[in-house]
T-cell receptor, first 122, second 115 residues
Framework: DAGVIQSPRHEVTEMGQEVTLRCKPI?????LFWYRQTMMRGLELLIY????????DSGMPEDRFSAKMPNASFSTLKIQPSEPRDSAVYFC????????????????????FGPGTRLTVT | GNSVTQMEGPVTLSEEAFLTINCTYT??????LFWYVQYPGEGLQLLLK?????DKGSNKGFEATYRKETTSFHLEKGSVQVSDSAVYFC??????????????FGTGTLLAVQP
């Protein structure tokens, strides 16, 4: 398996421009997560999807950020317009929930991360 | 609410030294616990995990034991190498009912191993 694929790996753009980050999760996984990592704030969960449906977007910083998952093999995170404070590494991760039978001590749902997109907004 | 607290870094050790990175958690229910490692310029990789109390996760010489009585999951390695230099994240998940599959991460601990 190729793992989680993200593109581009690096993006440099000017303030005010639209930025689109892309993610292909591991085949068969039913959860997809978008994270942002900065020195100041560490690793932050922005939004996550289950079966292509957004479940929790409470981490999305503001309306300039939007995410979509049109099908099980593709997701985008868009920033419009971009600002210098959006500069960060953005990670996509996916996981498989598995069989819940067995009660609260069943599957551990580990997440598999992509290599990240380093975004620089000047 | 659920949270993870891990020791602040950086942790600087000489090669072959013993490593401990402390992690404690607060959670409802029966969380699973994880250690992730992030090498420079890369994404996070799962290092080890434990899904129930008293389980010991181990991988690449690292190990951690799920201690429910002390709500801890400390990471240890008997003899570190320069190649272990990375940032280590402790995390928990709370599987169960509903469409919840989030991981709660600690702030990360930078480990620097000197030759």
């Amino acid at each position: 398996d190729a793992g989680v694929i993200q593109s581009p790996r690096h993006e440099v753009t000017e303030m005010g421009q639209e930025v689109t980050l892309r993610c292909k999760p591991i085949s068969g996984h039913d959860y997809l997560f978008w994270y942002r990592q900065t020195m100041m704030r560490g690793l932050e969960l922005l939004i996550y999807f289950n079966n292509n449906v957004p479940i929790d977007d409470s981490g999305m910083p503001e309306d300039r950020f939007s995410a979509k998952m049109p099908n099980a093999s593709f997701s985008t995170l868009k920033i419009q317009p971009s600002e210098p404070r959006d500069s960060a590494v953005y990670f996509c991760a996916s996981s498989f929930r598995g069989n819940l039978a067995g009660g609260p001590r069943s599957k551990s749902y580990e997440q598999y991360f992509g290599p990240g997109t380093r975004l620089t907004v000047t | 609410g659920n949270s993870v607290t891990q020791m602040e870094g950086p942790v600087t050790l000489s090669e072959e030294a013993f490593l401990t990175i402390n992690c404690t958690y607060t959670a409802t229910g029966y969380p699973s616990l994880f250690w992730y490692v992030q090498y420079p310029g890369e994404g996070l990789q799962l290092l080890l995990k434990a899904t129930k109390a008293d389980d010991k996760g181990s991988n690449k010489g690292f190990e951690a034991t799920y201690r429910k009585e002390t709500t801890s999951f400390h990471l240890e390695k008997g003899s570190v190498q320069v190649s272990d230099s990375a940032v280590y994240f402790c995390a928990l998940s709370t599987p169960g009912g509903g469409a919840t599959n989030k991981l709660i991460f600690g702030t990360g601990t930078l480990l620097a191993v000197q030759p």
